[in-house]
């Protein structure tokens, strides 16, 4: 059973950074793309970075290009979200996600998900 667990989320003024991580468990992710999502209150899931395991490529959302940066580990077996110049707009609670399959970014293609982590960032 994979589990993704978060951390690294908590309050920050705007302009400021946090590092998210997540580590994987469970399986082998060698064919296994990564995301990271977000939910702001009474919004829908986003997508905000994805990064394949083996290959390193990545994509990103429009919003978070330029301030946000999605790596990965391998011998640590956990996924990273670098965030920078943060925006109240960022606040949301944040979501690591598994797909066993290529790069996505639709939340319906990730089968397995963490239990998010709380980003806050006041103005």
């Known amino acids: 059973q994979v589990q993704l667990v978060e951390s690294g989320g908590g309050l920050v003024q705007a302009g400021g950074s946090l590092r998210l991580s997540c580590a994987a468990s469970?399986?082998?992710?060698?064919?296994?793309?990564m995301g990271w999502f977000r939910q702001a209150p009474g919004k829908e899931r986003e997508f905000v970075a994805a990064?394949?395991?083996?290959?390193?490529?990545?994509y990103y959302a429009d919003s978070v290009k330029g301030r946000f940066t999605i790596s990965r580990d391998n011998a640590k077996n956990t996924l990273y979200l670098q965030m920078n110049s943060l925006k109240p707009e960022d606040t949301a609670v944040y979501y690591c996600?598994?797909?066993?399959?290529?790069?996505?970014?639709?939340?319906?293609?990730?089968?397995?998900w963490g239990q998010g982590t709380q980003v806050t960032v006041s103005s």
């Open positions: 996600a598994a797909n066993n399959g290529p790069l996505r970014v639709g939340p319906s293609e990730y089968a397995y």
């Open positions: 469970g399986r082998t992710f060698s064919n296994y793309a």
């Open positions: 990064i394949t395991w083996t290959i390193s490529n990545t």
